[in-house]
């Protein structure tokens, strides 16, 4: 496949495969071998890696992928902590582990990565490397069959046959664990209309619009209607309700900003259907009855809540922020009360939440639906409530109930956490 015929994935999409174990174990030789490049810098020093390095990439037969190569969890410099916190957040996004061992032994280091990865359901393959130096012991191996875990052996340096013969071994095991993957997540919206139907997609251009393009889950939205054979009017908030009114025959669906929630629910007739991209991308990106079962503890909150606000990108806070600025203000004015509001940003999630009252996170369009479902099991352990920015904005705006109109299992678990 030339560099012209590689589809161009978004990266949230693509397979993660994270490369962890202990510090030389050949981690960054590895995943050099894999990328056909020295991506990352290899010593015989121990604490090479610093910091998550990632490599985006065609892996074929496998298709596109990001590999994270991660620093030594047995690191005992004076910045480790730092660096394993850096290795823990990276392995909450990825959708297989490649620990890397060598034919020496196994340690407790290894039992908790491999711990980390069963306890977020995410597949592990041990990745044997440096045979050339030692070949792994039958008590080895029978090791990790009692642990019963999937393994291959082989080498990241030394010829190009033998690495070559050890990339493919590597790439016909990832292709055996696939199936142990969660479950593909459901269509954007494509299944909420029939084929040939069509959806209006309510478009605002302000502020926060990018410049001459449109953002990621309204581009989405579109591809995926166009997949499941339906078709798309794109329109802006202010010209709606007279774009409608032109319509021979009313659309199946309406998907609107969620800023522009309350004036389309107005402009819409309630016998059709209607619900935000960000609602759509809780269902896409993570589990919306959970999401919308963490919405109803909008209503229940009081002076002196703390909330935190969490931002899966990193931008430049705009002059009214939705995530800073306005959903706070929001927040205080439906409840009357003074909360105590907090946000993070990109990979970073806090590591006890258990102070919180609510953790209110956005549509997670640039992550992967595994670092999603990942935090949703955190708040779950934690015992706290979770929802995401297109949910609480219609709790906010008094829209919800129509806002779930094509959701109604998501709206029983909204109504009974009223309830």
């Known amino acids: 496949m030339t560099q012209e015929q590689i589809p161009n994935i978004p990266k949230p999409e693509r397979l993660h495969i994270g490369i962890a174990g202990r510090a030389n174990v050949g981690k960054s030789s590895f995943l050099n071998m894999l990328a056909g490049q020295d991506v990352a810098i290899t010593s015989a020093l121990a604490g090479t890696t610093t910091d998550v390095v990632e490599k985006t990439m065609e892996l074929l037969p496998l298709g596109p992928v990001v590999l994270l190569d991660t620093a030594g969890v047995d690191d005992v410099s004076e910045l480790a902590s730092a660096r394993l916190a850096k290795t823990k957040t990276a392995l909450r996004r990825i959708n ?34 440096k045979t050339d130096l030692r070949e792994p012991s039958p008590d080895f191996l029978s090791l ?30 990832i292709r055996s664990l696939l199936p142990r993957l969660f479950t593909a997540p459901p269509s954007l919206l494509g299944d909420l209309l029939p084929a040939g139907g069509m959806a209006v997609l309510v478009v605002p251009i302000d502020l926060g619009a990018p410049q001459g393009r449109l953002i990621v889950p309204q581009v989405q939205a579109l591809r995926d209607l166009l997949d499941n054979d339906a078709s798309a009017l794109v329109v802006k908030d202010k010209e709606f309700a007279a774009t409608l009114k032109r319509l021979n025959k009313p659309p199946e669906l309406v998907v609107c900003d969620s800023q522009v929630v309350a004036r389309v629910v107005a402009d819409t007739p309630p016998d059709i259907l209607l619900t935000t991209f960000s609602i759509l991308f809780a269902r896409y990106k993570g589990d ?34 939705i995530g800073r600025v306005k959903i706070p203000r929001w927040l205080r004015q439906h409840t009357g009360c003074d909360l105590d509001i907090a946000t993070c940003a990109g990979h970073d999630f806090p590591p006890n939440l258990a102070e919180y009252a609510l953790v209110i996170h956005c549509g997670g369009c640039v992550m992967t639906r595994q ?38 299992e ?9 309830a």
């Not at 980390?116 to 597949?123: F, L, T, W, Y």
């Not at 642990?147 to 071994?169: D, H, N, V």
Request: with cysteine; net charge negative; hydrophobic share 45%.
């Open 96 to 129: 297989i582990l490649a620990l890397i061992v060598t034919a020496e032994g196994w340690s407790d280091h290894e039992d908790a990565l491999l711990n980390e990865a069963r306890q977020a359901g995410i597949p592990t393959l041990v990745v044997i490397n």
């Open 410 to 418: 998501a709206l029983a678990a909204y109504e009974g956490t009223l």
């Open 371 to 408: 670092e999603m479902l990942s935090r949703l099991s955190q708040t779950e352990r934690e015992k706290v409530a979770m929802t995401n920015y297109g949910l609480a904005i219609s709790v906010l705006q008094g829209v919800l109930h129509r806002a779930l109109s094509p959701f109604p």
């Open 144 to 173: 990790l069959d009692l642990k019963k875990l999937p393994w291959i052996q082989g080498c990241a340096t030394g010829s190009a046959a033998i690495k070559e013969a050890f990339r493919l071994a590597f790439k016909d095991a």
């Open 288 to 321: 919306l009855v959970e999401l919308a079962r963490g919405a109803g503890v909008i209503n229940r909150l009081k002076a002196g809540d703390k909330i935190l606000i969490a931002e899966g990108c990193s931008h430049h806070p705009l002059e009214d922020d």
